[in-house]
């Protein structure tokens, strides 16, 4: 849109000096998509701390909802955990907000964890996403955030595949052996 003013402020011809103060004005109100003076940052995208807490609460309210996730949640302190969880996302979006709580592997530990359970996660975040009507950019940024969180949150002991037991049995020889090695991501 703003281009678009740009383009008929240029090919305007004898009416291009009308063109040009619009074109001025467009620059200086239509283009801007966050609040004069405020930050174009990742929490202002989100709606700010009012945004990141309705996404919490979207987000807590699908994990209620999503019996691959429900379990481990039972025995949580819920408003705690909303509160926190609203400030760990607030604080890591570069917001003005101060997570008090540990950090990710510590507050995770004990809780097995499996991948699983962590990507069954980050469907539910998507789903909240979507349902706050965040753009697909603004979605990928705030993943982008936490995808490197996924080694200190995931921490249930991987099983060997059968594969490998078989290998080591001397039931499989080396050559046919074709699972996954744990650093191409199990
Ligand atoms: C990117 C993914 C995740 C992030 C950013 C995240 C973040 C957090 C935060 C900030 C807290 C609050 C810590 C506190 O109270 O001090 C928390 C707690 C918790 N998280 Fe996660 N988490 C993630 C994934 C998961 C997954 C996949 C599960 C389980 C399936 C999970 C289970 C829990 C549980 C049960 C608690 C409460 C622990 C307690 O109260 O002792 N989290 N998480």
Redesign the pocket.
């Known amino acids: 849109m703003c281009i678009r003013a740009l383009l008929s402020a240029c090919t305007g011809g004898r009416r291009a000096i009308p063109g040009l103060v619009l074109l001025v004005g467009v620059l200086l109100t239509g283009c801007q998509t966050t609040p004069r003076g405020a930050p174009d940052t990742l929490y202002v995208q989100l709606g700010e701390r009012a945004g990141i807490a309705r996404l919490t609460e979207t987000l807590l309210l699908d994990i209620a909802a999503d019996p691959r ?1 429900v379990d ?2 039972r025995g ?2 819920i408003n ?2 909303h509160h ?2 609203t400030d ?2 607030c604080e890591n979006v570069g917001g003005p907000c101060t ?1 008090t ?2 950090d ?1 592997a510590n ?2 530990r004990g ?1 097995d ?1 499996t991948s699983t ?2 990507n ?3 469907e539910n ?1 998507v789903r909240a996403m979507e349902k706050q009507q965040l753009s697909t950019g603004v979605q990928n940024r705030l993943l982008a955030r ?1 995808a490197p ?2 080694h200190d ?1 995931v921490n249930a002991p991987q099983p060997p595949s059968p594969e490998l037991r078989a290998l080591i049995l001397g039931d499989l020889e080396l050559s046919r052996y074709s699972a996954p090695r744990v650093d191409q991501g199990l």
């Open positions: 996730l481990d949640f949580t302190d705690r955990l926190m969880l760990f996302l997570y709580g540990d990710m507050v995770h809780l964890i359970e962590f069954a996660l980050v975040l936490l969180m996924r949150i």
